[in-house]
């Protein structure tokens, strides 16, 4: 890839769905590298937020099973403003998983004060304010209906908010996917339960319908799924019911704190039998007085727009469970003038995308080389190797997501000079409170159940007597899992790609 080829770069899906943080960081590291002549970000939406925007409406689309990653999500039509509204996945309630503190990019001149745990009203208002700086790049009410490659250039059709306006077209050299995987859900195909939910209609949900838990007052629930959304809609619907919750899941709790008297767990459901309303499980229990079940089983990775690429030797969706033939998570191996930021689950999806955006921004302004293809295919294969299915590809759970961070970092530390936007760097401290997460998140549950109040620090949880001493991590940065090896700033490019050579039994290196 040569420097001075790209000039023109698409962002699509800058806030939406989840890819608020994805977005907002390729934008800034783009301008920062001031080698772009154009840089256009398309929004679907009508504001900034992304996943942290409320919406009261519900999504038409969400259908049970739902199973197929292809499925193109339709808006609906806002009866005041005339334009589309597409339906959101946060409930009213939401309440971000990661400190304040080590959670957000840096904004100086955001002076609004956030509690140790924000809700998500919070951080919409936070990416509201960083977007406000790149407006005159953001074409709002912007739903991208194709993206594909023709004589070497990406053509990106959209269709423009006005209502009944025609499709239109633009080419860019380079395109960053943002558009995050919150979009369509993921509803397993279990037996029965297409005819359970034609019995009873509305028995059946998936957790991007839920919004409050007032409409399930004196109900009984089973939630299905144990991922941070199925235990904070169980607990909500605990308080709010008055009724036992129960709780489907695959294998046993490990967060901390003390379990809630009022969910009980259950195995997983074998099948529905729509004859009696029953719901059997794995175990052989049966449950007969379930008035809803909501799937909290998270969603399908799925980019309908690319149908080019889907529909081709190299697809990068297929079940929809993981991206494929994305170097490091993200670059497109087949043609690295495509990436696709904010894939990684159970990190700190501000801080990675971050690093992401740094890392391509620099290859697209050509002062980064990406290492041989063949290298880049290895990751992917040793990585497949190491996970135990599909689904979990993606995941860099701690120190994972900590240590990718600090990898790009040095990377972009080998460029010489301070020119362009860098990753946030990693404390020992922020490390520490990272490792801590579960804990922490219990005493701010547990401080806002004694006191009625949002906590604003860890010392306030430490003097409630929630919490002891903070143990501070020392463990150092691994960067091996990433299929390099990197000792210390002094390393050139060119020792990178040695040292990977060198790692990287096996493979067949091509320059």
């Known amino acids: 890839m040569t420097a001075g080829l790209i000039q023109r770069v698409a962002v699509l899906g800058i806030l939406a769905h989840g890819a608020g943080a994805s977005g907002l960081s390729a934008t800034r590291a783009l301008l920062e590298e001031n080698s772009f002549k154009k840089i256009k970000v398309f929004e679907r939406n009508a504001k900034a937020g992304g996943v942290w925007n409320y919406t009261n409406c519900i999504d038409p689309n969400v259908t049970v099973p739902s199973t197929d990653p292809s499925v193109s999500m339709e808006p609906l039509v806002d009866a005041t403003s005339k334009v589309n509204v597409w339906a959101g996945a946060a409930y009213d309630n939401l309440v971000t998983n990661v400190p304040s503190p080590i959670m957000l990019f840096e904004s ?62 633009e080419s860019f050299d380079a395109v960053v996917v943002a558009t995050g995987y919150f979009n369509v859900p993921y509803v397993p195909d279990v037996k029965g339960i297409a005819e359970y939910l034609e019995k009873y209609p509305g028995s059946i949900i998936h957790s991007k319908i839920f919004r409050t838990p007032e409409p399930y007052k004196n109900k009984t629930i089973l939630v299905v799924g144990n991922a941070a959304s199925g235990i904070d809609i169980s607990n909500q619907l605990a308080l709010a019911t008055g009724k036992k919750v129960y709780k489907s899941l695959r294998s046993e709790t490990i967060a901390p704190g003390k379990p809630n008297p009022a969910i009980e767990e259950v195995t997983e459901i074998d099948y529905f039998d729509p004859e009696d309303k029953s719901i059997h499980l794995k175990d052989g229990k049966i449950l007969d007085n379930i008035d809803v079940v909501i799937y909290a089983t998270g969603y399908l990775r799925s980019l309908p727009f690319l149908s080019q690429i889907n529909e081709g030797s190299h697809p990068l969706i297929t079940d929809g469970t993981y991206v494929r033939d994305l170097y490091l998570h993200f670059v497109y191996c087949e043609d690295p003038t495509l990436a696709v930021l904010g894939t990684p689950r159970f990190v700190l999806p501000f801080r990675v995308s971050q690093a992401q955006a740094c890392y391509i921004a620099r290859v697209w302004s050509g002062r980064l080389k990406l290492p041989p293809k063949a290298i880049m295919d290895h ?35 080998l460029i010489p000079g301070d020119h362009g936007v860098f990753p946030r760097k990693w404390t020992k401290l922020e490390r520490s409170l990272r490792k801590d997460i579960g804990n922490l998140k219990v005493a701010f549950a547990q401080y806002l159940e004694d006191t009625g109040r949002y906590a604003t620090s860890r010392e306030e949880l430490v003097e409630a007597g929630l919490l002891g001493p903070l143990e501070i991590d020392d463990s150092e940065a691994n960067f091996s899992i990433f299929g390099q090896v990197l000792n210390g700033d002094q390393y050139t490019e060119e020792d990178i790609l040695e040292a990977t050579r060198d790692m990287l039994e096996g493979a067949e290196i091509k320059n």
Do not use: M
């Open 108 to 169: 100086p001149d955001y002076d609004k004060e956030f509690t140790y745990f924000s809700h998500r009203s919070a951080i919409a208002d936070f990416l509201q304010h960083y977007a406000k700086e790149f407006k005159d790049l953001i074409s709002y009410n912007s739903n991208v209906l194709d993206v594909g490659k023709e004589d070497g250039e990406w053509i990106v059709t959209y269709q423009p908010g006005e209502l009944g306006s025609s499709p239109r077209k």
């Open 379 to 413: 990751f992917i294969w040793k990585r497949y190797q190491e996970v135990t299915d599909s689904r979990s590809f993606h995941d860099l759970k701690y120190p994972e997501d900590a240590d990718f961070c600090e990898y790009i970092l040095a990377l972009c530390k």
